[in-house]
C-alpha cells in the first residue's frame, strides 16, 4: 500500500533532522582526533585514511543514489573539517585553453567546496607552493606522452621522507578506463610520506641512457607488467 505524500515527506524531515544530528556529531569527533593528533606530533593530513574511508563505503553502498553522489558528499565532509583542523589549501595548475577548467572542477569536487583554492597557470608554481608550505596539495594535469618539460620530470630528485609525493588521481572512484582523454583526469600531489592503502597504484618514474630505445623500454615494462604513461627525452627539441 503507497502511504500518503504527506507521511512520505514527514519520514524525510525525520531522517534528515538525524543526518544533521550524525554530522555534528561526527565533526566534533573528527576535531578530537585532530588535537589528539597535534598532541603526539602526528600528521594531520593522511590520505590513505580518508581514501580507505571512501572505499568502505563505497563497498556497501546500494540503491538509487550514484556513487558519484555518494563520493561527492563524503568529500565535503572531509574537506570541511580538514579545513576546520588545518585550514588546508589547494594550489590548482589550470592551463590556458578550454581543458583549464576542467582540472579546476576535478579539484573542486575532490577536496570540497569550502577549501580555499588557487589557480596558477605554471604547474611548476604550483609544485613550488606545496614545497614552500604555502599550499598542502598541488593538483596538476595527467602525465601525457611527449610533454614538453613535463612537471613530473622534475619529480625525479623528491626526498622520499619529505619530498613531493603523488598521492590520489582524480576523478576519484571512477575506473581509469572511463576518461581516456588525459584532460579529463588529473593527479594530487602532497609533501611527505604517503602511508599505503590497500589498493594503491603507483607511478614509477626511470632515468635511462639515451641509447634505450622507446621500443626497448616499452617491451621490458610490459615484461615486468608495467604500463609505460609516458616518455620524455631531455634532448628533444623545445625541452
Do not use: C
Request: aromatic content about 6%; hydrophobic content about 45%; overall charge neutral.
Amino acid at each position: 500500500m503507497v502511504q500518503p505524500l504527506e507521511n512520505v515527506r514527514q519520514q524525510i524531515d525525520t531522517i534528515d533532522t538525524k543526518i544533521h544530528d550524525l554530522l555534528m556529531e561526527r565533526a566534533g569527533l573528527v576535531l578530537q582526533i585532530g588535537a589528539e593528533k597535534k598532541k603526539k606530533g602526528m600528521p594531520i593530513i593522511q590520505p590513505h585514511r580518508e581514501t580507505a574511508v571512501l572505499r568502505r563505503i563505497l563497498a556497501r553502498h546500494e540503491g538509487p543514489l550514484p556513487r558519484e553522489s555518494v563520493i561527492r558528499i563524503w568529500r565535503e565532509l572531509m574537506g570541511a573539517v580538514s579545513l576546520l583542523q588545518t585550514g588546508l589549501k589547494v594550489a590548482v595548475n589550470v592551463p590556458e585553453g578550454p581543458a583549464g577548467v576542467t582540472y579546476w572542477d576535478l579539484a573542486k569536487d575532490y577536496f570540497s567546496s569550502v577549501l580555499p583554492m588557487t589557480r596558477l597557470s605554471n604547474p611548476f608554481a604550483a609544485l613550488a607552493a606545496v614545497r614552500e608550505g604555502e599550499a598542502s596539495f598541488a593538483v596538476l594535469p595527467w602525465p601525457e606522452d611527449g610533454e614538453k618539460n613535463p612537471w613530473w620530470a622534475h619529480m625525479m630528485e623528491e626526498s622520499p621522507a619529505d619530498g613531493l609525493h603523488v598521492v590520489a588521481r582524480l576523478p576519484f572512484g571512477d575506473p581509469a578506463e572511463k576518461h581516456e582523454n588525459p584532460t579529463h583526469r588529473a593527479l594530487v600531489v602532497m609533501r611527505g610520506v604517503y602511508e599505503a592503502s590497500d589498493a594503491d597504484r603507483s607511478f614509477v618514474l626511470l632515468r635511462l641512457p639515451s641509447a634505450v630505445s622507446r621500443a626497448r623500454l616499452v617491451e621490458k615494462a610490459d615484461d615486468s607488467g608495467l604500463t609505460v604513461r609516458a616518455i620524455w627525452s631531455a634532448d628533444q627539441p623545445g625541452s
